[in-house]
Every structure is written in structure tokens, then in C-alpha cells.
């Protein structure tokens, strides 16, 4: 429909325009480390889509036969599957380097941190995915007009400004920024529709490990020589406690 085109001009933009900039300000090889980290992050996009895909036209039958239980089972699917991208998230970053060191020159290797902030924009965009159930439902597609046009100018904005002061790690760092604005607007006008009673602390607990996951990832800690152990026990320990957690929300679907 006709407003759902500036949403995917807006999508497009915010997704390419970021490259444009790097090339420009960075020089074509730097695009071309940016690039490579935009396709290993890209790995997790098939994730959130092979599950996205099978579950949206579930949750739009379940809609129109009982609103009650589709809201219910998008609530227990939208933390289920948080922690599924979110260990997903760590797991490519951390064992991201080692695996790209050996396939490809170092020189083209780009550093964790644009792998981790790429590869966490699909943890929002599976969550957005999730919740625009509820605005095509009821045909609310202006909010995904609005949404996209704000994601793009944020991003664009931000790259614009920063990337020749910073350089292209910025580019990931806006991809995450305008993901997560984008998500909460469609998130926002969903729980409005629905009157919606999401579970903050839950999302905030799981975004706090994420943020120290992350955080213990960069940390020179972990290039002593025992660094590959150091991953392992922390990508199993947040597996176990998210595994954990997903059986306790699997219980809860009928």
C-alpha cells in the first residue's frame, strides 16, 4: 500500500547511504572492511527471518479467531525469541575474529565492535517484526510510514556527522540506533492499540547482559592467551541461563 513505500525508501536509504559515506570520508578499502562485517553479521538476518516468516501468518490467523490468545503468545514470543538473538548476538561476536582470521587476509578483517553492533540490530528488527503484527491487523500501516522516515533521518544524521570525526565504526552504531528507535515507534503504537502490559524488566535484564557481554568481549582480557576459554565459558553461561528462561516461557503456550 501506498504508505508503506516511504518506509522501505527510508529502509533503503539508511541501509546504503552508510556505505556512500564510508567510501567517501574512509576511502573504498575501509567500505570494504564495513562491508565484510555487514555480511558475517548478516548470518543472524536468517535467523530472525526463517522464524519471523512462519510465525507472522500464525499470529494474523490467531488474531482473527482469538485476539486474546494472539496477544498472549506474542508476548511469550517476543522474550523467547530476545534470547534466542540475543545469544545468537554473542556467539558471532565472539568467535567472529577467529573465524574471519582464517578465511580471509587480515587486513580485511573488520574489529568486533562493528560485528557486534551490526549483528544486534537483527535482536530489534526481529522484535519490530514481532509487534507489526498488531498494526497490520488492525491496518495501521501509517506508523510503519512514520517509523521508517524517523529511522532513516536519525541515521542519516548521525552518519553524516560523525562518520568523518570517528570514522565508519559510527556506521554501526547509527544502524543500531535507528533499529531501536524504529522498534520501539512500532512497538509503542502496538501496545497503545492492544493496551498492552509488556514485561520491562525483562527486556532490560537481558539487554544488561547483553551490554556486558559485549563489554567483557572488548575488554583486553580476552586476548591473553586463554581467550578462546574465557568465550566459550561466558557464551555457555548466558546459553544456560537463556535456556533456562525459555523453558520457563515455553510452559506458559498452550
Known sequence: SL???????????????DR?????YCGTAI??????????SFVLYFIQDSVTQAFGPMQIRLFIQNKVEAVRCLKIMSKIFY??????????????????NFVLDEKFVPPVIVVALLSSVYIYQAQYRLF??????HKKNKYFMYAGIIQAVISLL???????????????????IAVMLY?????????????LS???SFYIKYTLILMLALFLLLNPLFNMDMHILLKLLLVSGILVFGIRDVFKLKKNIV
Not at 10 to 16: I, V
Open 3 to 17: 504508505p508503506l513505500l516511504p518506509n522501505s525508501i527510508s529502509l533503503w536509504l539508511s541501509r546504503t547511504f
Open 20 to 24: 556512500i559515506l564510508i567510501s567517501y
Open 132 to 137: 507489526s503484527d498488531i498494526l497490520i491487523y
Open 158 to 176: 548521525i552518519n553524516i556527522v560523525f562518520i568523518p570525526k570517528y570514522g565508519y565504526v559510527v556506521a554501526g552504531w547509527s544502524s543500531l
Open 183 to 195: 522498534t520501539l515507534i512500532i512497538a509503542y503504537y502496538s501496545v497503545k492499540i492492544e493496551n
Open 31 to 40: 567500505a570494504g572492511v564495513y562491508s565484510t562485517a555487514v555480511q558475517v
Open 83 to 100: 534470547i534466542i538473538m540475543l545469544v545468537s548476538v554473542v556467539f558471532l561476536s565472539s568467535f567472529c575474529k577467529e573465524i574471519m
Open 198 to 200: 509488556l514485561d520491562y
